[in-house]
């Protein structure tokens, strides 16, 4: 029989493991995938002194960004060896089917590793401003490293979320402290691991497993904590806010969403059937961005529902290794019964469970954490599920009349993650995207994540952007260099001060 692996901490350069032990466990068997050190806030205060000691050092900053752009791309160079490796592990650690594992949750997280790495070369660390006048000067930006930060990760894309944030804060000379969920953390382990490989000095790059409040809790109060990038629900992304308030400090926050899809009366149905299943379903509805809230006009709705609903039942509920299956486990039971439960509220509160709404049965679905895919209809903008993040496979179908109706309806939530619109004309569809509150609008398209393009949200779905061509404007600060060319004191600001006079 295989050995359970069991993955250790990252400190100062030196893996470690902590007294107490977490087991990962196989979302669709219940089997132990690994064993994982549970660390504490002593774990946390001892990776941010080692990121701390390792910045004011200053080797890996005063590294030129071509040699440390080599260094990275030497790291995405082995983990894109390793990919078929790392999907299987992302399948048995979070339950993703394989056949979305394969091309989103590794090809994805892999491909826009590369493009940050290729951005290190073309980043402009420094550029001339202009003369200012009338003194003669020369003025010079810099965009420096900003010192420690801390990445906290979940389970649902942990390696494309932990390489949005580590490569970019790594590219630009700062030191990371990473730390991903429990239920998910063997890929990003692996993440550090290749970057460690690859020629990081000591204390550059730690990762501490345990806790959320705990461990991530603490990383995000210490005062050495100059940037934290947080993915993962809105009540908590309040609490980090609250905890970080003790110091001024950099934050990225990419929280949860609620998602409206609008189909417009002009849109081909079949491919906007099969994209509002797509957006609702794909890995079980478990992504940020999924179009959980389904708007239909009242001339299409009918139609549109019973193409959905035979569509639905084609979906294919199996183990996620096997490489037909649609639809996986939950991550949790927990996350499973929450699911269960807003789908009972609506049916309390008057919507149409027109299919699913349970767990499926037969004895494979007797361990794990299973749910039918499920579609509610008849949802109106007061219940529950219409403004709630459910996190599952359900999707909330809602009724419009006329478009400045569907506006209010998708803007009426406190998200503004993602948006989609489907029409077969352009510009109504791009006239329609600028009046939705989201940070992502999809048009006849859902999931489209091109590497330079910026991904966050509005409103209570965070602040600031991840990946995209920019991103490492949010792990650099601009330093202002001026310096004298004229060698006198005519014209210059402190000339009004101390007057003609002065020596
Ligand atoms: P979560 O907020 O419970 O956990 C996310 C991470 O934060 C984990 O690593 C967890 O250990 C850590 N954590 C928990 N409590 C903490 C605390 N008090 N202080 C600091 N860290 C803490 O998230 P979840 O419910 O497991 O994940 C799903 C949620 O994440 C959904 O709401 C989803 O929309 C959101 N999400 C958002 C994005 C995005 O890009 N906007 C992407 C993926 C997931």
Redesign the pocket.
């Known amino acids: 029989m295989q050995a359970v692996p069991h993955a250790l901490m990252h400190i100062d350069g030196k893996w470690i493991d902590s007294t107490d032990h977490y087991e990962v466990r196989s979302p669709a068997t219940e089997e132990l995938v690994a064993t994982l050190a549970r660390g504490g806030p002593e774990h946390a205060d001892e990776a941010v002194a080692a990121a701390k000691a390792a910045f004011e050092e200053g080797t890996w900053r005063a590294t030129p960004p071509a040699e440390r752009a080599a260094v990275l791309r030497q790291a995405v160079n082995r983990l894109m060896q390793r990919s078929q490796e790392l999907v299987e592990m992302q399948v048995r650690e979070n339950g993703a089917p394989v056949r979305l594992a394969e091309p989103l949750h590794i090809g994805t997280s892999l491909a826009h590793l590369r493009y940050q790495v290729d951005l290190v070369e073309r980043y402009c660390f420094e550029r001339p401003s202009a003369m200012v006048s009338p003194v003669l000067a020369a003025g010079l930006i810099r965009r420096e490293p900003i010192g420690v930060c801390a990445a906290?990760?979940?389970?649902?894309?942990p390696l494309v979320?932990a390489g949005w944030k580590v490569v970019p804060a790594l590219a630009a000379g700062n030191s990371v402290v990473i730390?991903?969920?429990?239920?998910a953390p063997l890929t990003v382990v692996e993440l550090v691991r290749e970057l460690e490989a690859a020629g990081l000095p000591p204390g550059v790059l730690n990762l501490v497993t345990?806790?959320?409040?705990?461990?991530?809790?603490?990383?995000?109060e210490h005062p050495d904590v100059r940037k934290i990038n947080?993915?993962?629900?809105?009540?908590?992304?309040h609490?980090?806010v609250r905890?970080a308030s003790g110091g001024f400090r950099h934050l990225t926050?990419?929280?949860?969403?609620k998602s409206a899809n609008i189909v417009l009366e002009d849109a081909d149905v079949q491919t906007a059937v099969d994209g509002a299943l797509f957006a609702a379903m794909a890995y079980s509805g478990?992504?940020?961005?999924?179009g959980s809230r389904l708007l239909l006009p009242d001339a299409l709705h009918d139609a549109f529902l019973a193409r959905l609903i035979e569509r639905v039942k084609t979906l294919r509920i199996a183990d996620p290794l096997d490489p037909l299956t649609d639809i996986g486990p939950l991550?949790s039971r927990d996350?499973r019964d929450h699911a269960l439960a807003c789908v009972s509220d609506a049916r309390a509160q008057g919507a149409r469970v027109v299919h699913g709404g349970g767990i499926p049965s037969g004895p494979r679905y007797a361990q794990g954490h299973w749910m039918e895919p499920t579609i509610v209809t008849e949802v109106t903008p007061d219940m529950r599920i219409a403004h709630e993040?459910v996190?599952g496979p359900v999707l909330a179908v809602m009724r419009y009349r006329t478009v400045d109706e569907a506006v209010e309806i998708a803007n009426g939530t406190e998200y503004g993650?993602a948006a989609g619109v489907w029409s077969r004309d352009n510009q109504t569809a791009l006239d329609l995207a600028a009046r939705l509150e989201a940070?992502m609008v999809w048009i006849n398209d859902w999931y489209a994540l091109p590497p330079h393009f910026p991904?966050?949200?509005c409103k209570q779905?965070?602040i600031g952007r991840?990946s995209g061509a920019h991103s490492l404007d949010e792990y650099t600060q601009e330093k202002a260099v001026s310096i004298d060319l004229s060698g006198g004191v005519e014209g210059k600001l402190y000339s009004l001060l101390l007057g003609a006079e002065s020596p």
């Not at 345990?210 to 995000?220: E, K, S, T």
């Open positions: 906290i990760v979940p389970w649902n894309f979320h730390k991903p969920d429990e239920r345990g806790d959320g409040p705990q461990v991530g809790g603490r990383l995000v947080f993915t993962g629900s809105t009540r908590v992304g609490d980090v905890r926050l990419e929280l949860g969403g478990q992504i940020c961005a999924a991550i996350r993040e996190f993650l940070g991904l966050g949200g779905s965070g991840e």
